[in-house]
């Protein structure tokens, strides 16, 4: 699938910046009566679009344009996928400037009840940045408590609520407490919907300690997948010196989807991406 990221990458920045290639491209001579329609030219704008997960024919007048996903191969690189749930929260827009001064990428698996109770500043500005935006689910319930249809519904309702701000679909979950089985599985293929998980727990929402925090988050390795809470100031605070640390450690900091390198399968749980997979 790597051949698939490096023409969307191409295709996003030339979409941002080439705008005389794309007129020439709109004033070629129109197709003939007779054409047949398989040969239609694809629009580079509308695929590039499509397959950054964003909706054809979504309306995007206003949304964000991701940028070009990073192209590393993180079978041999040293990459980690740090995740931050149940926000937006009141701290999430300082994580983000922390992130931007380190150049790192991160995922977000958000609440919807949290997004609708915050501005669309933060989710607009996550897919402007670069970060990944998966489902946490409507109001955090353990899920396999649940009914199939209250399970879909927790997970439609927040699918809709981040598509209506910032125009992308979403493709991973993460279910609270890490609780799942073969019912929230299956509702999660249903809906193209990944199950993220993790290998490295900081326990940041038991132990509100910012250098415990740090520690925990660093004590890593390639591939991992980090769990924090953006909703905890402590965690915040804890940034600066995990993205410090690892960078000094020559770790690069990916999406949950630049970590596989490739989409993932829907209802599939994933925890760590292990070497050279
Ligand atoms: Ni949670």
Redesign the pocket.
Known sequence: MRRWIVPVALLLSAGACAVPVHRAQTRAPAPTPSAAPSRRPVDPAELALKLAGIQPGWPRRGYPLPPPRQKIDCGKAKCVALTY??GPGHDTARLLDILARHHARATFFLVGGMVLANADGALRRMVRDGHELGN?TWS?PQLTALSESAVRAELARTQNVIERRTGVRATLMRP?YGATDGRVAAVARRMGLAQILWNVDTLDWRDRVTPVVARRATAIKPGSIVLMHDIHRTTVDAAPRILKELTRRGFVFVTVSELYGKPLRPGVGYSERERDQ
């Open positions: 749930d149940d946490h955090h609270p």
